[in-house]
């Protein structure tokens, strides 16, 4: 009580932290008179005058009121908009590094071109991080023009792309594109073997727009990159036809964590079936040699009884097509790991893929830790507040809006079952409808927005659905939901990244109603009449009472029913919100008091009968409390695990920088050969032992193994005082002397390339056998809770005897491969840069694998999103992207050689390009 009282007398710490900032929009809105009076370039030298202050020891915080005033005044001039007070409170925590949480419509994207700039100034590069590549491409396009009016460059990353193109978007000062493209790219550049090769340069700062969906929803599963294994297709399908054969009482499943567990009886009857149908190398299913059957079962017992078509996934064109869970949208190319995707698809009775290993893999909570200065901005943070700060260190600060919030929240109402709830939904919408108020329907599946249509179709309302399904009309059908009496059937409708207008989109409605006409008076009309008729539109929706979101059941995590009613009532619009809910829904089944609910509930309720509480409300809160903590101590437990392996990773990456930056290796080496003889003494000639203790003979062999010679070690033997560390000094100058003889009959430049060239890829093949096996063993160590012990801090010193074992074998294996290799000498290729195997990208859910990795913008399907971006330098290479147009490509000119067009530069750089360039 006492800390509502001093809330209410003295604000919260959040209200005083935004007041304390307006200091700072006070300065910059003083210096707006003068700023205004610049030329368009006096405007474009302030530029040039912060590089020269921050170069001189100024710091971002003091040229921060003057370069805020200079980007609003060029937003002025080069898109006709002005920052917003509210938007400079924005802009002013991103640049220390917080996160912004502004509703819906408040403008983020523009607010961001503040913070943007003034990190972009020092020409360490700045990432703007999005969560699809439509968004990415769309902002780079738009938000470009005012940077570039500002004399900086911008580069988007975008899938797919040439490397030389990639480079040059990293080399730009501002950088647009996916967090996953982002990842991948770090990832990726630490399986290359020449620095020259990387295209990332060292982090610097980022802004990640959508934080809480990015930072925190996918945050729950790491970024993998893999490659393909044999292929066990027989297996899937026996194991689905077992799977499929199993009832109900064999088996206890949880739908909280997608996991299904063979009960006692089960157990005994499945070994007795897997023994029949040959499935099994030994008749006991836990031995050893059974642990691929057994984990395989697993993967087809999910596939069969967990995962629903048409929800977690669908079939399109023989294949299955996992459906994103936070967006409803199709993951073209996107597979479950860990032999699960194969599953599914011989539930199906499609064609299985062979599975895949994993080659690097990283958290996003690790990726986006390596940034000196991380800020965010999203509409719905503050409920992740707490998981902020402990993972990331990044605060949350609340901006408030520009103007107040009109729409009406609604209590929540409840029904007895799905049928009566989504009877009384349709009854609503037609009524809405009838008055002309445009409304926005929120489902969680497919399943039920296909459902609801029913409904409506039943009573004659006409209206749109939004899902996987029709992914390819989702900006058009979104950009008009709020046109007078629009019905529009949303699955997940967070983060798609287009505004609903009142009245319609009126850019839209250029680009669909005018797109074939031609520029002249008659066009200029049009665009005129079709103004006018959006303004009269939006007159009356306004008086219908704005936009309507109803949601037809509640998500698991109070961010994204809080980013559906921020749909509605945006800069100051009326609006309303609703939700309808019934004690069928999932939430409330798998996660709600169920005997309080079902009491209460059934006794009290009639057939069709609604009640609204706020105390039921409270309840489902309580419950989505639940899942959000579920949630945290998974991504939790991911990134606990994670750091282990981190640190590893650490070691690793920083290696192969000291290899690939170095002239010779030959130092570490030679090292790696005397730790080898180390190690094989050791063995042999265990420490406190006697001489007739050691393994004479294993020692002979082993040298002979690794080092290809034979050494006269019985004849050492003979001699008094023998000692271990004598037979090591001995057997390092015999290997010493043997390698300098073999280096100076060939040529050395040559052989230190050798070297290089073995050591990485030795560490690279190691690392990936090393990732596997710790997979493996994640996969096992809960096990070790039953002995009482603490899984984690068992993985933690299983995974550090892991990685020391791993060094060994690679320390072995380099020189092994150096005394026996033989240098013939090839005739070189011409300059190209070699491209990486065709590694599948993965983002894969641990607790429900669903995998998160794909943007599904379907950004291909509409050209028309991104403007002038399709045949602008800021067009992004990819498939289809190279240049086609090349009049030399049948000349079989060099790379390197000059351009015959007589540009002066290189072919590769001009008509033997990949692709069109990012902006450099």
Known sequence: MFNAIAKSIFGSSNDRYVKSLGKIVNQINDLEASIKALSDDELKAQTDKFRALLDQGSTHEEILPEAFATVREASVRVFGMRHFDVQLIGGIVLQRGEIAEMRTGEGKTLMATLAVYLNALEGKGVHVVTVNDYLARRDAEWMGQLYEFLGLTVGVIVPNMDEYAKRDAYNADITYGTNNEFGFDYLRDNMKHERSLMVQRPFNYAIVDEVDSILIDEARTPLIISGPTEDKSDLYVALDEVAKEIPEEWYEKDEKTKNIQLNEDGLDQIEKILIDKGLLQTENLYDVENTQVVHHLDQALKAVHMFRRDDHYIVKDDKVVIIDEFTGRMMDGRRWSNGLHQAVEAKEGVKIEPENQTMASITFQNYFRMYPKLAGMTGTAATEAAEFWDVYKVNVVEIPTNLPVARIDEEDEFYKNTLDKFQAIAKTIKEHNERGQPILVGTVSIEKSELLSNFLDQEGVKHEILNARQHEREAHIVAQAGRLGAVTIATNMAGRGT?????????????????????????????????QEVAAEKAKVLEAGGLFVLGTERHESRRIDNQLRGRSGRQGDPGLSRFYLCLEDDLLRIFGPDTLFAKMMNSNLEDGEAIGSKWLSKAIETAQ???????????????????????????????????????????????????????????????????????????????????????????????????????????????????????????????????????LRQLDFHWKEHLATL?????????????????????KQEAFGLFESMLEKLREEVTKILFKAELRIAQPEADALPDLPDFLTGHIDPLTGLDNSADGDGSEDRPELFGSLAGSPRAASGPGGANTDNPYANLNVSRNAPCPCGSGNKYKHCHGAAGARQIA
């Open 775 to 795: 997979d493996a063993l994640r996969q096992v160590i809960w096990m070790r809770g039953i002995a009482q012990k603490q899984p984690i801090n068992e993985y």
């Open 499 to 531: 505004d609903i207008q009142l009245g319609g989109n009126f850019e839209f409605r250029i680009g669909d109603e005018l797109g074939e006409m031609e520029d002249g008076p008659e066009k200029d009309a049009a665009i005129e009449r079709i103004r």
């Open 625 to 759: 409390k639940k899942v959000e903590a579920r949630n945290y101590d998974a991504r939790k437990q991911v990134v606990q695990y994670d750091d282990v392996m981190n640190d590893q990773r650490k070691v690793i990456y920083e290696q192969r920088g000291e290899i690939m930056e170095s002239e010779t290796v030959d130092d570490v080496v030679v090292d790696m050969r005397h730790d080898t003889i180390n190690a094989l003494v050791g063995t042999a000639c265990p420490p406190g032992s006697y001489p007739e203790q050691w393994d004479v003979e294993g020692l002979k062999e082993k040298i002979g193994e690794v080092f290809g010679i034979e050494l006269p070690i019985d004849d050492w033997m003979k001699e008094d005082q023998v000692e271990p560390e004598l037979l090591e000094e001995r057997i390092r100058e015999q290997t010493d002397e043997m390698m300098e003889t073999k280096i100076s009959s060939n040529d050395p430049s040559i052989w230190r390339m050798v070297e290089k060239d073995v050591l």
